[in-house]
């Protein structure tokens, strides 16, 4: 059988260290653990026995309600909490400055405004932030909801908004789409009749095939849109193949729009212990040095464990 107890992980590390952070963590679950199921006990059996309630029946059903309710909560706060023991120390190492994750990650304002925004209801799980190789990063994952006009059921996104500061002057705006192919053929004849200031760029047959470069405004595409960022924009495509990936250069920032099939830690769960969870913190790691890989690929390569 062979060994994998120091294999290298997706998020380019070696599998020792993430299971050290996860045995280091665990005793914090245990605790939860206990306080959580003494809470929805306590409260389960107290509004059971409050007599205004009506009926033995009805107080008992009403009482497992709430016990089951408060152990779906004491669930919640658990994955967010797990993700702030672990985060900082993940990111400690790539110049994060900032962590939050769960409640409060975004000021009331925000999340008011997020909450009725016209992209949908959104919330935040978690938020990065720090420098990295002398450029600014800002990592957010989101949830969306979106709801359908001609059904009440909405539908629900997950994704990561990156912004990078782009760490060399560059004009104008260069917009990255997926793929058209011959749909992107027809755009550009309407542009063209149009007399809009937008074109598309072709960069090379690998990078074409997987983005449209739309670039405007006299944009130096050749500045920014290096071999490197174009094997690192690759790179995120093929780990998340099928998502509308998004991105564009502006105003001194790179933004980048990455869809995501679930949230981090979204298996976290009071019973599952976390030395289990290898492979979620592999994701967490993963996606907590997006903005670095792309600093990478903006800057030039350089020895580093990113990969």
Do not use: C
């Not at 260069?174 to 793929?179: A, K, L, Q, T």
């Amino acid at each position: 059988m062979t060994d994998t107890s120091n294999s290298i992980m997706a998020n380019g590390v070696d599998r020792e260290r993430l299971q050290h952070l996860l045995q280091a963590a665990e005793p914090r679950r245990l605790q939860m653990l206990a306080a959580n199921i003494s809470l929805a006990i306590g409260a389960g059996v107290f509004i059971a026995g409050f007599a205004p309630l009506g009926g033995g029946i009805t107080r008992t059903i009403i009482g497992i309600i709430a016990a089951i309710a408060l152990w779906q909560l004491g669930n919640r706060l658990w994955r967010d909490m797990a993700i702030a023991m672990l985060a900082p120390d993940i990111g400690k190492g790539w110049g994060q400055k900032h962590f939050a994750s769960g409640w409060g990650t975004v000021p009331v304002e925000e999340w008011i405004g997020d909450l009725f925004s016209s992209e949908g209801s959104q919330t935040t799980a978690w938020r990065s932030e720090g420098d990295y190789r002398s450029a600014q990063y800002r990592l957010t994952e989101k949830t969306i909801r979106f709801r359908r006009h001609s059904k009440r059921r909405r539908e629900v996104f997950h994704t990561v908004m990156v912004a990078v500061s782009v760490p060399k002057p560059f004009s104008g705006r260069v917009e990255f789409r997926p793929g058209s192919g011959l749909f992107g053929r027809v755009d550009d004849m309407f542009r063209q009749f149009s007399g809009g200031g937008e074109q598309r760029h072709a960069i090379d047959a690998e990078f074409d095939a997987s983005f449209d470069t739309i670039a405007s405004g006299g944009a130096s595409v050749e500045a920014v849109v290096t071999p490197a960022f174009r094997r690192a924009l690759l790179m995120l495509a093929k780990r998340h193949p099928n998502t509308y990936l998004t991105a564009h250069f502006e105003n001194g920032w790179f933004h980048l729009r990455l869809p995501i099939p679930h949230l981090a830690f979204a298996s976290a769960h009071l019973l599952k212990p976390l030395p289990a969870m290898i492979d979620d913190a592999d994701e967490l790691w993963w996606d907590l040095t997006i903005a670095h890989r792309l600093i990478d690929g903006l800057m030039g390569e350089h020895d580093g464990p990113l990969r």
